[in-house]
Structures are given as C-alpha cells and as structure tokens.
C-alpha cells in the first residue's frame, strides 16, 4: 500500500515517520490504541508519559520488533514499515537506543562502533572488510565525541551504566540514521552528563529527525520544541512544551502527579 | 591505559596460540613418520602402527571440535546434532572405499558391495552411483553435510528457532538419521554399516605407509582448517557472530540479517565435521549407524566446554585430552567412562568456566 492511498496522507507531505490508528494489544490489554503520531523532517521531538503510556511499544512497531493489530506506519515517504524486517527497517534508515542500553558485552568498545558504522551488511563483505582511513577516523571521532576514547580497547561488558549509555549514542551515530528514536538516554548519568546528552541531541537534531522518549522533565524542557503526551495507549497532547504543561488534561494524568 | 596493555597482552597470546597448535601439529608431521616408519620395532622410540591410528583419529575427533566451536564458541548455536555431519561425510567416504574393493568382496560382484549381493539387489541404486571416483567422492564428503546444514540452517534460523530448542532440533535430526540408516532398505549396509575396505587410492589401508600417510593427511587438514577457522573468526564476519551470541536482536536492530551470518557458520561447520568423519573412516576401518547416535554428539560437546568454548584452540587442545583419558580409561574401567565425562564436564563448569586453556590464558594475565 502506498502513503498516496491512505487517508490523509498529504501529512506525509515533509514528515519523516507517519503512524495512523495503530493499535497493538497484548493478551487483550491495549499496550497502544489506535495512535496517530507525525514527525516531521528535521524535528527534534520529546514524547513523554506515565510508565505504561506506550512509548516503548511505539518505538517497538517503527522498528519492527512488534507487528501491530491494526493501523499504518510509514517512514520517508514509500518504506511500508509493517512490511518490513527489522534488518530492513535499520537499513532504511532508523537507528534506535533502547531504554535499557544493550551493547556487545564481549566486544571492544571500538568493535562496537564498528559494527554499529554504516557499511555493506552482508556476509561476503564482512569476510573481507578492512576498515578504511576514513572509517577509522569516523570510528576515532565518534569516540571522542562520547568521551569513551581512553576506555576504547576494554570490553564493553565493563562500562558503568552510563558509559553504556554513550556507548549506545555513539553506535546511533555511527549507523548515521535518518531517524533517530532515543529511549530514554539519561537514565543513569550524572547531571553534567545529562547536559552533554542534551546539547548532542540538540545539535543533531536538524540534519535528521530525533525522537527522545524521557521522564526527566528538566531534561525534555532543554531540548523540546514539540511534545507529544501519550496516556494509556493514546495521544493525549502535543504542542510546545508551555502549552502542554498548561493543558489541564495533561496536569490531571501526568505531571500533576510526581514522577 | 590498563585495558589496552591487557588487550596488547591477549592478542599477543592468541598469537601464541597459533603458533603452539600449528606448530606442535607440523612437528607431528615430521616426527610420527620417523618415529613408526625408520625407527626399528624393537626400540623404545618405536611408534607402532596402533598408536599411530589412534593419534589419527584423535586428530579427526579434534577437527569435529572446532567445527563445533565456531558455531557454539563464536556464535552461540549450540548443535547438538554435529555427529550427524560427521557420520554423513564419513559415510560419503565409506561408499568410495566400498567401491574400491571390486570384486574382491566375499561374493566377488565387481559392481555390487556385499551388503547389496545379500541383499539379492541387482543393480547399484543411483545414489552410488559415481562413488567409484575419488574427486567425486571428496566432492560429496563437502557436499552432502553441507547442503544437509544449509537446508537445515536455513528453516531453523529464518523461523528463529534459538537456545534450547534449536539443541532439541538437532539432537532430532541426529536420532532421524540413525533410524534411517539402521534400515537396510537404505541401501548403506544396515545396522552393520560399511566395512570391510581394502585400499584408498590404491594404497592397501592395512600397511603402515597407509595409515602413516592417513594420520599426516588428518593433521594437515587440521592445521589448513585451524587456519582457515582463525581468519573466519579474526574478520569481521567473525566479530559479528560474536555480537549475534551476545544480543542477537540487536544486530537486527543494527541492519544486520543475523540468520544469514549463522547459517553460513553452520554450513561451514558442517562442512568442516563432514571432513572429519571422511578422515576418521579409513583410519578405523568401519562406519556404521553407531556414528548418528545422539549421545555422541553431546560428548563431543563436552570436549569443547572441557577445552574452552570460543578459543578455537581450546577445541582442539580439549578433544585430544578427553579422548585421550576416554582411551586410557576405558582400559581400566568401560562402564564407568560416561561418569567420569560426566564428572569432568560438571568440574570444569564450576572451576574451569574458561575451559583448560583459560587456566592458562588467565595466569598469563
Ligand atoms: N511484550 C509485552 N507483553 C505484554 N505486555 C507488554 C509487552 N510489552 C509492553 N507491554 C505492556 O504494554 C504497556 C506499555 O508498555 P511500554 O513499555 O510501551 O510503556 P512505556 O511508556 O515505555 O513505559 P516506561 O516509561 O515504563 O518505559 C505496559 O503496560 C506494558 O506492561
Ligand atoms: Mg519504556
């Protein structure tokens, strides 16, 4: 199916990721019900929410690690992403940190950079791959960007939970998505490394699209323009971060309780 | 700073590593002949054709092992079914050697095995056919295993089978193929198996030369398969089957299409243990359906655990040793081997996680 056939596609028109009436139920439980969400080329959008709001499984059906029931998902105009395989989906071009950081515990943390980088997947290749100067020099940046370049040879299985973290950011970096979905990136870090993250989200932002999933309410009105509130499944508000804030929903099932 | 010394230190140790296991077999190479072939009978020197099998086939048992640890050691797939490999290329091996012996055989059919002359069979099923060549013959001892862990490969990793399930499956495909050949109707000897060969190439597998020029054969192999597994492992396709052990799902989510990486492992795996059995058969002079048994396929896992998994070398350095015990052993007390194996596997589980080549490995470090 094409975007052109669904209703309301002209939405696509410059966004970047287009979910319509996605629905994805667990055993009967509606982990999502029916949500429409855009994200525009470039943006740099927060989604925040109560535990179990959902925003794990939105992630979940953009990656492909969760078919959902019902609804449409698609992203840079013709990739259907519910047809796809995750490997495809990645390949497309979506990058993904998970909320509980996954990194190859027994491998360097260079390693894992480069197989995070950009590059011909397939079997063959990877028989005969040497990294280029350029990729070394990509692979030694990126290190040095996420402060990991003096713990670069030491397997990643020993970084503290927020070197893990970076660790995490930099294979984002590395696989040079177009989209980026970020969940929940400073769990974890101290306050200077919280503003580090916040800057190098910012400054991504821009050249590609970056959706950050967060419960840190200072960190979300660092770096937000847009947010979108999700409550139980569902798109609950989206705005700018004062509007959101003020809207009295919102206040009742969110930030009106402490988090 | 520390890591990268421990790094340098690993790296300079897995180079070691190399040199000990091909250069320990390369003297193997010049010695053993000297040894059973110029020195006299009667000196202590003297290595008797016996030993010489014996170090064969140990050989053999050690090339199974680091077919099994890459797949197992490397990317997490733990096989138990790699017996099945093993018994199918030496199989392939059997039917050319069944068909060198001619006219020879008790009934003296120069197309027919005894076994099919028995059998009241009058003409050579089509799946022999071509055995009599020895290209032809080699070129199905890397074929059937292969394509046997290809077709294999390919359902059991697009369906996702993982873990315990997958060792189930294979553990399956082993018993099927043991019932298979049990069944004369089979057309590969029955119970009884093939036996009974004569020569290889022409040379009469009973004389030392023979089983000398078998046992170099074996450790040449090894050392071009060692080689050959340690470049896999060293590339990048290598480090990527390492991350597919530790978090499958996330090379997917990285773009990579895991099940193509672990089902060319296992072809390769498969292939390598197809080549051990080929090797083995002419040494021990029978194959039989005995080979399919699912219990052997453990075993030979336990030697991989014993020596340490995801080493290479630790496969190779545990086979020989387990086997060697399992030798002197059952000497002195057949019945209880399995729980010495068993006592071995559990000891080394709890004190030697890294296997015996972590001991040293570690100390170094
Ligand atoms: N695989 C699953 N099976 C059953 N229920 C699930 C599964 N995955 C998620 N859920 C449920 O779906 C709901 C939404 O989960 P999700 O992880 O998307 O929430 P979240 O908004 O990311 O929450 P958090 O802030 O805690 O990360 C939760 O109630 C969760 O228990
Ligand atoms: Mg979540």
């Known amino acids: 199916m094409s975007p052109e056939g669904v209703e309301g596609s002209d939405l696509l028109h410059g966004a970047i990721l287009y979910l319509d009436g996605i629905t994805v139920s667990f055993d009967g439980f509606r982990a999502l019900d029916g949500l429409s969400l855009t994200i525009d080329r470039g943006e740099l959008r927060c989604i925040i929410g109560a535990n179990g709001a959902g925003k794990s499984t939105m992630m979940d059906v953009v990656t492909g690690k969760t078919r959902p029931d019902a609804g449409v998902a698609f992203f840079d105009r013709h990739h259907d992403l519910l047809a796809m395989s995750e490997a495809d989906i990645a390949m497309a071009g979506i990058g993904r940190k998970f909320q509980k950081p996954t990194v190859f515990t027994n491998l360097t943390v260079r390693t894992n950079l480069e197989l995070a980088m950009r590059d011909d997947r397939s079997v063959w290749r990877s028989l005969r791959a040497r990294l280029d100067g350029e990729q070394r020099d990509r692979i030694e940046e990126t290190l040095e960007s996420i402060g990991l370049h003096l713990l670069a040879d030491a397997d990643a299985g020993t970084l503290s939970h927020g070197q893990k973290q970076w660790l995490e950011i930099g294979m984002l970096l590395m696989q040079d998505p177009k989209l980026l979905l970020v969940d929940e990136p400073v769990a974890g870090m101290t306050h200077q490394e919280t503003e580090r993250t916040a800057e190098l989200l910012v400054s991504l932002a821009g050249g590609r699209s970056v959706v950050v999933v967060e419960h840190d309410m200072e960190f979300v009105r660092s770096i937000a323009r847009r947010v979108t509130v999700l409550h139980e499944g569902r798109l609950l508000a989206e705005g700018d971060m004062e509007s959101v804030q003020n809207d009295p929903r919102v206040v009742e099932v969110y930030l009106g309780t402490p988090c | ?365």
């Open chain 2, 1 to 365: 700073m520390t890591s990268v010394a421990n790094r340098t230190v690993a790296s300079r140790l897995a180079g070691h590593h190399d040199l000990l296991v091909t250069g320990a077999l390369g003297i193997a190479v010049l010695v053993v002949p000297i040894l059973a072939l110029t020195v006299p009978e009667g000196s202590a020197l003297h290595l008797s054709t016996f030993s010489v099998t014996l170090l064969g086939k140990y050989l053999c048992f050690a090339l199974l092992a680091l077919a099994v640890d890459l797949v197992w050691g490397y990317c997490g797939i733990l096989s138990l079914g790699h017996g099945a490999f093993f018994a199918l290329g030496g199989y392939a091996m059997g039917m050319y050697l069944m068909r060198q012996i001619g006219d020879r055989g008790v009934y003296g059919n120069p197309i027919l095995p005894d076994f099919m002359v028995f059998l009241d069979w009058q003409e050579l099923p089509w799946y022999w056919w071509g055995f009599s060549s020895f290209p032809f013959s080699m070129a199905m001892v890397v074929a059937v295993p292969g394509l046997l862990a290809l077709v294999f490969g390919w359902f059991a990793f697009r369906s996702r089978v993982n873990g315990v399930y997958l060792s189930i499956i294979t553990q399956a495909l082993t018993y099927a193929l043991l019932l298979a050949f049990f069944r004369n109707e089979m057309g590969f000897g029955g119970n009884n198996g093939l036996t009974d060969f004569k020569e290889i190439l022409g040379f009469d597998l009973q004389a030392d030369a023979t089983r000398v020029g078998l046992f170099v054969t074996t450790a040449l192999v090894l050392i071009a398969s060692y080689t050959v597994t340690r470049g896999v492992v060293s590339s990048r396709f290598g480090r990527v089957l390492v991350a597919i052990r530790d978090a499958e799902d996330r090379m997917r989510f990285l773009g990579y299409r895991t099940e193509h990486y672990k089902l060319w492992a296992f072809v390769l795996s498969g292939v390598i243990a197809g080549v051990a059995g080929a090797l083995y058969v002419p040494q021990v002079g029978i194959i039989n359906p005995g080979e399919f048994a699912p219990l052997n396929s453990i075993e030979l896992v336990i030697w991989v655990a014993i020596g340490g998994r995801g080493t290479l070398h630790g496969a190779i350095v545990g086979a020989i040793l387990v086997n060697f015990a399992k030798t002197w052993f059952t000497g002195l007390l057949p019945e209880a081997w399995l729980f010495v194996l068993g006592a071995l596997f559990v000891m080394g589980t709890l004190f030697l996680p890294r296997g015996l080549v972590g001991l040293v490995s570690r100390r170094e470090r």
